[in-house]
């Protein structure tokens, strides 16, 4: 084959969702609003950090905005299943965006409370846990199953665009018109998603049956994921790292403050390092076709040794190149674990089965933002860090295929590699 047909070839699987219209207006509309995500991220950090000095507080406060993500999002999953996601996702936008314009509206009048921050927190997690398993269930009807993995991989891609634009947004806003401009800004951002979504060709999405209300639907969305290992397993791993190893708007302002004794503008400089790599990360995985839990469990061994090395770095300079490798295994990480969940999900549990997702990657922070919060405070930043390292090492431990399930020596790869993983998009 000629290298211009190869060079053609490849580009066309890095970019193999981007050809359905409607995908790219979906991604268009979210990632103008996922920029606006990462500049309230950097903004409340550092609100809360400005307006109590104390890291435990600042978990606490984090943990109160995702605490409804734990609690309401097995609930949520089942709506997501009943009813349509593109409608359930234009209900969360609206509510979000009106969280976020009266919290940007009470730091700029001067009455900003803690307690305020903790009260918009709750509803902004209740809008979030509905927000959640509706986006990532929608992005299979947008694109249809064949392009899945392509489309989880570009998604979570440009989510840590995001992260890198975001940040650098805040930094400079922060410095010259305040913090309040930030939840303004993030706001404005939701009306991009809505536009999105009513632009949509309704007719060529690929949307499940609605389920239909019956008693017991939850547990048995709970049965059929418990049953299926490429399910059950991912989420476990997901909980684990999700728990201790995500909490990086707990342990990157901390580890800027207190262990580099630098200013507001070192947080968003490593959550932008953080997001480069994940950006280059995620360009890398766009050509990797393979998912599963032995490709995850690999990942999760490379991210605790990303996460010690942030752990030890000497100097802010090391940290930042530390965080640009623990972007890279985020991004493989995250991408892996939801497009195998994806793949093994059956249409009419797609939204339980990703509310389960949720919980393990977002409904995990209430439980870990706290205990991250704390260890950094009452020990040092670096050991908060450690501790996510050793909760990858965990999760890869749960990845581990038993013996007694291993194929022989010299077994056919096929035996090995789930059909659903390779080449989606050329069946």
Same mark, same amino acid.
């Given at each position: 084959?000629?290298?211009?047909?190869?060079?053609?070839?490849?580009?066309?699987?890095?970019?193999?969702?981007?050809?359905?219209?409607?995908?790219?207006?979906?991604?268009?509309?979210?990632?103008?609003?996922?920029?606006?995500?990462?500049?309230?991220?950097?903004?409340?950090?550092?609100?809360?950090?400005?307006?109590?000095?104390?890291?435990?507080?600042?978990?606490?406060?984090?943990?109160?905005?995702?605490?409804?993500?734990?609690?309401?999002?097995?609930?949520?999953?089942?709506?997501?299943?009943?009813?349509?996601?593109?409608?359930?996702?234009?209900?969360?936008?609206?509510?979000?965006?009106?969280?976020?314009?009266?919290?940007?509206?009470?730091?700029?009048?001067?009455?900003?409370?803690?307690?305020?921050?903790?009260?918009?927190?709750?509803?902004?997690?209740?809008?979030?846990?509905?927000?959640?398993?509706?986006?990532?269930?929608?992005?299979?009807?947008?694109?249809?199953?064949?392009?899945?993995?392509?489309?989880?991989?570009?998604?979570?891609?440009?989510?840590?665009?995001?992260?890198?634009?975001?940040?650098?947004?805040?930094?400079?806003?922060?410095?010259?018109?305040?913090?309040?401009?930030?939840? @303004?800004?993030?706001? *404005?951002?939701?009306?991009? /998603?809505?536009?999105? =979504? #009513? %632009?949509? $060709? &309704?007719?060529?999405?690929?949307?499940?049956?609605?389920?239909?209300?019956?008693?017991?639907?939850?547990?048995?969305?709970?049965?059929?994921?418990?049953?299926?290992?490429?399910?059950?397993?991912?989420?476990?791993?997901?909980?684990? @790292?999700?728990?201790? *190893?995500?909490?990086?708007? /707990?342990?990157?302002? =901390? #580890? %800027?403050? $207190? &262990?580099?004794?630098?200013?507001?503008?070192?947080?968003?400089?490593?959550?932008?390092?953080?997001?480069?790599?994940?950006?280059?990360?995620?360009?890398?995985?766009?050509?990797?076709?393979?998912?599963?839990?032995?490709?995850?469990?690999?990942?999760?061994?490379?991210?605790?040794?990303?996460?010690?090395?942030?752990?030890? %770095?000497?100097?802010?300079?090391?940290?930042?190149?530390?965080?640009?490798?623990?972007?890279?295994?985020?991004?493989?990480?995250?991408?892996?674990?939801?497009?195998?969940?994806?793949?093994?999900?059956?249409?009419?549990?797609?939204?339980?089965?990703?509310?389960?997702?949720?919980?393990?990657?977002?409904?995990?922070?209430?439980?870990?933002?706290?205990?991250?919060?704390?260890?950094?405070?009452?020990?040092?930043?670096?050991?908060?860090?450690?501790?996510?390292?050793?909760?990858?090492?965990?999760?890869?431990?749960?990845?581990?295929?038993?013996?007694?399930?291993?194929?022989?020596?010299?077994?056919?790869?096929?035996?090995?590699?789930?059909?659903?993983?390779?080449?989606?998009?050329?069946?």
């Amino acid at each position: 084959m000629p290298a211009t047909s190869k060079t053609s070839n490849r580009l066309h699987q890095l970019g193999a969702a981007l050809t359905v219209r409607n995908f790219r207006r979906y991604v268009s509309g979210q990632s103008l609003s996922l920029i606006g995500t990462w500049v309230e991220t950097v903004a409340q950090g550092l609100l809360v950090l400005h307006l109590t000095h104390s890291g435990a507080l600042l978990g606490l406060t984090t943990a109160t905005r995702y605490a409804p993500v734990l609690l309401l999002s097995p609930y949520a999953g089942l709506l997501v299943d009943r009813f349509s996601k593109r409608r359930v996702l234009l209900v969360t936008q609206f509510g979000l965006g009106a969280v976020s314009l009266l919290l940007g509206v009470a730091v700029l009048t001067d009455r900003v409370a803690l307690w305020q921050v903790f009260v918009l927190g709750v509803a902004f997690g209740t809008f979030s846990a509905l927000d959640n398993p509706a986006r990532q269930a929608f992005v299979s009807e947008v694109v249809g199953p064949a392009l899945v993995r392509n489309a989880v991989t570009l998604n979570s891609t440009l989510v840590n665009v995001a992260r890198v634009i975001g940040p650098t947004i805040a930094a400079l806003l922060v410095g010259s018109a305040g913090i309040g401009w930030c939840f @303004v800004i993030n706001a *404005a951002s939701f009306l991009a /998603v809505i536009a999105s =979504l #009513l %632009a949509l $060709d &309704t007719g060529k999405l690929h949307p499940a049956v609605p389920v239909p209300r019956g008693r017991g639907q939850l547990r048995a969305g709970w049965r059929y994921a418990a049953g299926v290992p490429d399910i059950i397993r991912p989420v476990v791993m997901m909980a684990l @790292v999700g728990t201790f *190893a995500f909490e990086f708007e /707990v342990s990157f302002p =901390l #580890l %800027a403050h $207190d &262990t580099f004794g630098a200013g507001d503008d070192a947080y968003g400089w490593l959550l932008g390092s953080f997001g480069l790599g994940a950006v280059a990360g995620g360009i890398y995985a766009l050509g990797q076709e393979r998912t599963g839990v032995p490709r995850l469990r690999r990942i999760a061994i490379g991210y605790a040794t990303a996460m010690g090395l942030l752990a030890v %770095a000497p100097t802010l300079a090391a940290a930042f190149g530390a965080c640009f490798l623990v972007g890279v295994a985020t991004i493989f990480f995250l991408s892996t674990g939801n497009a195998t969940v994806q793949l093994a999900s059956n249409s009419r549990y797609r939204g339980r089965v990703m509310a389960l997702w949720s919980i393990a990657l977002v409904g995990s922070t209430p439980i870990g933002a706290p205990i991250i919060g704390a260890v950094s405070q009452g020990l040092d930043p670096r050991v908060g860090v450690g501790l996510g390292a050793l909760s990858c090492l965990a999760a890869a431990a749960v990845g581990r295929t038993p013996r007694a399930q291993r194929p022989p020596r010299g077994a056919a790869a096929t035996m090995t590699a789930p059909a659903p993983t390779r080449r989606p998009w050329r069946r």
